[in-house]
DNA sequence: GGAGTTTACGAATGTCGTAACTATC
DNA sequence: GATAGTTACGACATTCGTAAACTCC
């Protein structure tokens, strides 16, 4: 599991759309459907309910989502105490 | 950034071997070498000090051992829960 | 000289983008 | 029929392991 594939299956989750969350990480669409497929293979369960014109969340997705979003923020502020070790 | 390299990390820090890290993630020395290069780069500093034959944490270091165990354990709760909430 | 880390290099794996397909409205 | 998500496929990048080199004790 990648920071990215969360980050990803976050904008998915925001906007509740492919093409938007495609557009928000200057990827092509291909890329976040393989992104979010991978996840939920490695979750072993689904993050969304999608037809062509909807996309909404299981209830693993929601689950899942405010754990995504604790990820992402505790890497970035770690990512941010690391440097700023590294400096001062 | 990848949760595997922060759980080689991890081991690094944790035996103060690459050698012993490689073994407990059933990978080669080299492999370890090359995650733990790609974190310092993307973090853009060092988090080892390290002679043939001595491994040290950097402070950068120590401070990003405490944000990285939080993280992969975050992670894992996180898919244990998406797990649980797609079955129950 | 031996234990342990790092390069070198070829192979395997994964990820991306373009283009074509499918499905819903 | 237009819009939005998914496959197919070829190309690029990343990562791995074996083998060789380097370095400190």
Redesign the interface.
């Known amino acids: 599991?990648?920071?990215?594939s969360l980050q990803c299956f976050i904008l998915v989750a925001e906007n509740l759309s492919f093409a938007r969350a495609a557009e928000a990480m200057y990827k092509s669409q291909p890329a976040v459907t393989k992104q979010i497929n991978s996840l939920e293979a490695?979750?072993?369960?689904?993050?969304f309910i999608r037809s062509t014109r909807h996309v909404e969340l299981?209830?693993?997705?929601?689950?899942?989502y405010k754990?995504?979003k604790?990820?992402v923020l505790?890497?970035q502020?770690?990512?941010d105490?690391?440097?700023r070790?590294?400096i001062g």
Do not use: H, V, Y
Not at 58 to 64: I, L, R, V
């Open positions: 599991m990648n920071i990215d490695e979750l072993g369960t689904a993050l299981t209830p693993a997705g929601m689950s899942f754990d995504a604790d990820i505790n890497s502020m770690a990512i105490r690391a440097k070790q590294s």
